[in-house]
């Protein structure tokens, strides 16, 4: 995933290219724009985001009242990603450019 994103990142024709096809268009200006949503959308150290866990933490509270003493953030588990941010993994992803 990580060298995916950098690969996105890094080759704008190619990865305008491949858009293009997924989408059925050519019109360089909306390939332009759907590239730089992408391009922004994909964060180089993708840590999960808790705040897109509340509605399910919502729904597994609704079923087991007892989650309720637990944070969201308690069911996610960041170490691998951080992991591979502290050990430069991510950042030579952009530095082979």
Do not use: C, W
């Not at 690969?7 to 997924?22: D, P, R, T």
């Not at 150290?45 to 637990?70: C, F, M, N, V």
Request: proline share 5%.
């Amino acid at each position: 995933m990580f060298e995916g994103i950098a690969f996105l990142k890094n080759n704008k024709e190619f990865s305008q290219k491949v858009l293009g096809q997924y989408l059925r268009t050519s019109d360089p200006e909306y390939l332009e724009g759907s590239y730089a949503i992408f391009k922004e959308d994909f964060i180089s150290a993708p840590y999960p985001i808790t705040k897109g866990l509340d509605a399910i933490y919502d729904i597994a509270a609704a079923r087991r009242p007892e989650i309720r003493s637990h944070k969201p953030e308690e069911f996610v588990d960041t170490s691998f990603v951080a992991d591979l941010d502290k050990s430069g993994f991510i950042k030579k992803l952009y530095e082979q450019r």
